[in-house]
Every structure is written in structure tokens, then in C-alpha cells.
């Protein structure tokens, strides 16, 4: 865990949305690389999560990040190396397939390629009855037709007759999507976990998978947690934002405030490359460099490679999720306040957000120091 409090507002009770529905403490996942001879991936370090009914959550990052690593985790598909799983506050880690089947109830998973998670043979009658009976036990004759019709009206593929019937490769990626939903909904699931949810569509369709997650959190008060490497649809979609780097969380804060008004480094350049708000189109991150080896990390902070203000400190030492605004967090040396430490705030300040130009600004250190020394 880091050192940190990653939650500054909890303690302020006027802004404490109460227990949330799914926490993460601490959670770490390596992976063994095959003939590796003991060396590991390091894909999720130290990562700190909460997620509350009806709140939306985006885990945003590029490529290798380790977001889909934490949704694997969170939905229990496999251990983690180390950290603690809550539900409602209560240790959530399932041990045997009761309980495993228990947590899935409550916690479901969409997938990013709806052309592949439903099975071609079977139609949606045959899929959404099966997530039904798993979940909620016999149904039969006009209850089962009762609670289809209902799920496929939940996700708008209306008139449902015209679906229940059809297999999946009548159905566009879009309508195929909102069948897992659909799937997952059979469950009265208390979390969704979205990984990627639309980044396999065609833009023009986007828009209406997200405004029906939208729909669902607000109707049935579902806590969602959307991975995405498009900072702009967190910013349209997401009550707050949860920026990944490299297997750590670099920056944390309300939605609005993380991408007009991004903190870190990392960030900073995550927004200046991110698509129009308004298109949702997809476009490779444009960051600079190389993202990090996984099996042998930079030391300290694992950004310093690429950060154009990098010091001495930010090479040596993991740098602390730092409060850096109102419930907003960022792991970065330059908002540190210790004596001992350059702080590069006002550095990162003048050149962030939209204004940044890291590409040709000058190395900060030395900078930094001269400049702010505190
Ligand atoms: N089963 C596995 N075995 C070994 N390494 C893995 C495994 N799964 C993921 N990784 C590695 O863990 C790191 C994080 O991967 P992850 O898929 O979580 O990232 P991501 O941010 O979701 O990226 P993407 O958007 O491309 O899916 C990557 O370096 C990946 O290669």
C-alpha cells in the first residue's frame, strides 16, 4: 500500500458516500515469466480501489498499464499476488466455487469484444436463460419469457421478440454488446466491471453503450468501474478517475478535475494526446517514448524515464500518492512539500494541462531546484 492516504475526502464525512459496494487494498499482481528462471512481471503494484453503488469509476492508461489485470482481479479470475478484496467492508476473497459463484452475483464482468464473448452457436434466449437460471434459479415458461423480456427491454433492444431469437452474428457489435450487458444484468449485480467496453465498436455506436451504462448505474444503482485508454470518454462517462502508469496509479480525483486540470507528468501527456471529447474517436496515445519493461521496472518512479521533469529523486525513490487538491491525488515528487525534496509543483503547474509542452521544454531538475527550492 502506499504511504499515503489515497482517499484525502473520506475523512470529511460531508463528502463520505459511506462504505463502498467493492474496495481493493493494496493489490499486487506479478506474473512469472515462462523460463524467466524466477523473474516476474510487476503488472499491478500497490493499487488502492473504491467503488460505491451508483458511482461510475474509470481506470484509465495505456496499453499495458495493468487495467485489465486489476478487472481480472476484481472479478476473482485469479489470485492476487498480494492486497485484500471487500465487499460492504467485509473481506470478500473467495475460497471454492459456492463462493465464487456467490461473489459473481454481485460482481459481473463485461468484456471488450462482444463478438467473442457470446457464443456463436447459441441464441440469445439460450444465453440470457442460462445467466438467469444460474443466478436466480428455475425459471420457467411465462416467468422465464417475463424476465427476458424484461432484460432486453433493460437494454433498450426493443421490440424484444425481434431479438430473443437471433444469434449473434445477426446482430451488430453494438446490439451484441448490449446482449452481455443484458447477461450480466440476469445476475442483479451490485458491480459491473467494464473493461473496454466500446473500444471494439464503431464509433457512431459508442455513445449509446455508454448513455446505457449511464442509464444502469442511475436506475439500478449499480457501481461501475469503466477501463479505458480514452481519457476524454472518462471524462464524459466517470464520476472519478483513477490514472494507471505502468502497473501503479498515478493520479486519482473527480473526472472533470483530472482532465482539465491534469496533475501529473504522466497525465498531462495523456490528455494533450487523448481524442476530441466530443468525436469519442480512438487514436493511439501519442506519449513520448517507450512505456517501461515490466520484469525489470525503473526504480523509483516508473514515469522517470519518460518525464521531462524527472530529478534525482524521481529515479531513486516510489513517490507517494500526494495530496494535490481537493479528494485528488497524484504520485508525483514535484507536489511533494519536504524541505529536502525540489519541489517542482510550480513547474509542473506553468507547463501542465493543455498548455504543456514537454516536448520542448527543458530537463526541470536542475530548474526545479534553483527555482522552488523549499
Ligand atoms: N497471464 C499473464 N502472464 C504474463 N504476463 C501478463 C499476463 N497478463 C497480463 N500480463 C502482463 O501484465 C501487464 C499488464 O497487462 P494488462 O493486460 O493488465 O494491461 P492493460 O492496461 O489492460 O493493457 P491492454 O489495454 O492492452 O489490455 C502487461 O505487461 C502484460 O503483458
Known amino acids: 500500500m502506499t504511504s499515503s492516504d489515497p482517499h484525502p475526502h473520506d475523512g470529511d464525512s460531508s463528502q463520505d458516500p459511506g462504505t463502498p459496494v467493492l474496495e481493493a487494498q493494496a493489490l499486487r499482481k506479478y506474473f512469472p515469466v515462462r523460463g524467466g528462471r524466477g523473474a516476474v512481471v510487476h503488472a499491478v503494484e500497490d493499487v488502492d480501489l473504491r467503488l460505491h453503488r451508483g458511482e461510475v469509476l474509470a481506470l484509465v492508461g495505456e496499453s499495458g498499464s495493468g487495467k485489465s489485470t486489476i478487472a481480472r482481479l476484481l472479478a476473482q479470475l485469479m489470485p492476487a499476488t ?3 478484496l471487500l465487499l460492504h467492508g467485509s473481506d470478500a476473497t473467495v475460497r471454492g466455487r459456492r463462493a465464487f459463484r456467490r461473489y459473481v452475483r454481485r460482481v459481473q464482468m463485461i468484456f471488450q469484444d462482444p463478438f467473442a464473448s457470446l457464443n456463436p452457436v447459441h441464441t440469445v434466449r439460450y444465453t440470457l436463460s442460462r445467466s438467469l437460471r444460474i443466478h436466480r434459479g428455475r425459471l420457467r415458461g411465462p416467468a422465464l419469457e417475463q424476465a427476458l423480456t424484461e432484460l432486453l427491454d433493460r437494454v433498450q433492444l426493443r421490440p ?3 431479438y430473443v431469437d437471433a444469434f449473434p452474428h445477426e446482430l451488430s457489435g453494438g446490439q451484441r454488446q448490449r446482449v452481455a450487458i443484458a447477461r450480466a444484468l440476469a445476475a442483479e449485480p451490485e458491480v459491473l466491471l467494464a473493461d473496454e467496453p466500446i473500444s471494439m465498436l464503431d464509433v457512431s455506436i459508442r455513445l449509446g453503450i455508454l448513455n446505457l451504462l449511464q442509464d444502469l448505474r442511475t436506475r439500478l444503482d449499480i457501481g461501475i468501474l469503466y477501463i479505458t485508454h480514452d481519457i476524454a470518454s472518462a471524462r464524459y462517462f466517470a464520476d472519478r ?9 498515478v493520479e486519482t480525483g473527480d473526472s472533470e478535475a483530472v482532465t482539465q486540470d491534469p496533475k501529473h507528468p504522466y497525465t498531462q501527456l495523456l490528455v494533450r ?7 469519442m474517436e480512438d487514436r493511439a496515445l501519442g506519449a513520448r517514448g517507450e512505456a517501461p519493461s515490466l520484469v525489470t521496472p525503473p526504480s523509483g518512479c516508473r514515469f522517470h524515464p519518460r518525464c521531462p521533469f524527472a530529478v534525482d529523486l524521481c529515479r531513486t525513490e516510489v513517490p507517494p500518492l500526494l495530496e494535490v487538491g481537493a479528494a485528488r491525488t497524484a504520485a508525483c515528487w514535484g507536489y511533494a512539500e519536504r524541505a529536502d525534496r525540489p519541489s517542482l509543483g510550480s513547474i509542473l503547474e506553468t507547463y501542465g494541462g493543455h498548455r504543456a509542452a514537454a516536448a520542448t521544454s527543458t530537463p526541470a531538475g536542475a530548474t526545479a531546484a534553483g527555482k522552488d527550492q523549499r
Open 82 to 84: 498480494e492486497g485484500r
Open 273 to 279: 494526446s487523448a481524442p476530441d471529447p466530443d468525436g
Open 241 to 249: 478517475t483513477m490514472v494507471m502508469y505502468a502497473g501503479r496509479v
Open 160 to 162: 424484444p421478440e425481434r
